[in-house]
């Protein structure tokens, strides 16, 4: 039996199916471009190709749009994403202690001791370090984002590069091209200074301890792991599936509750060719004015979201669960 992972972000959608054994057998990583829906829809139109409904025993969702996407295919776990990064790291390695994850919009940083979250902090606030500021950097100097870190081993001697803040950083990079200096130099002179940054705002006053595992899209720049390594002075691991990590654990916890409930919601593919449409209004129940998205699937109201005191997103269409295959 396979288990489903879905986490949407800011960024990608990465959809993952896992096997009993909870061994990756099957990863997408998606851009969401400002539509979770049709991201979810696309991955889902996708495995519909080579997998049956009655294949998947259990679906999980989460990240930032995990609310909207458990509305859509019947999640039976909608967990945030410091719980399902925490889970999956624990099912590699029961000896982690610290998760350094980088995705395309923000950054965090989880501390696990004894198998459990003991703390964690995000950074939501500025963009410096995360995957969506080195797309930019890499497109501005030309450089396939894929070679990125590559060209950061390269360098002889890194250039101190101005890193609190995404603006500052990109004009001391452009001010630095401007004087001559050696690429190779001024890409890890900026890994170098988004290390900083994340230290000195997201890991201010944490007790970073190894392991350290590096999860999310910006883990892929080998320049980031050098600099990493040489701020904190040990290791740190890059797992292998570094991008799925938020979909795998959502699909750990997945399985987990349909162990307990005998039954999963997932509503099947076929919603891969449904018609969703989300229509706005503004509530006048009170002095909040809410915005409302509510969400429609072929003429139907399945749920509402963005509302601050549960009077619309309590209102989510209810689907029977179906018999776990476990």
Known sequence: MLYLGIDVGSVSTDLV?????LQVVEKLYLRTRGNPIRAVQEGLRTLKERYRDEDVAACGT????????????GADAVKNEITAHAVAALELDRDVRTIIEIGGQDSKIILLRNGVVSDFAM????A???GSFLDRQAERMGIPIEEFGD?????????????????????????KQQMGYNPADIIMGLCEALVRNYLNNVGKGKDIRPKVFFQG??????GMKLAFE??????????????MMGAIGAAI??????SRTGSTRFRGFALAEHRFESRGFECEGCANRCEVARIHENGREIGCFGDRCGKWSSRIASYPAKAGNM
């Not at 890193?163 to 001010?175: L, N, P, Q, Y």
């Not at 916890?253 to 349909?258: E, I, N, S």
């Open 230 to 243: 040489r701020a904190l002075g040990f290791e740190v691991i890059v797992p292998e599936h570094h991008k």
């Open 151 to 175: 060209y950061a081993l390269k360098a002889g001697m890194p250039v101190r590069i101005a890193g609190r803040c995404a603006v500052f950083a990109e004009s001391d990079m452009i001010h």
């Open 123 to 126: 950074n939501t606030v500025c």
């Open 253 to 258: 916890l997945a399985k987990d509750a349909v």
């Open 128 to 130: 410096a370090g995360t």
């Open 217 to 222: 899209g910006v883990a892929a720049n080998k």
């Open 17 to 21: 199916l896992l096997d009993n054994d």
């Open 62 to 73: 989460t990240g930032s749009g995990r609310q909207i996407a458990s509305v859509l295919v």
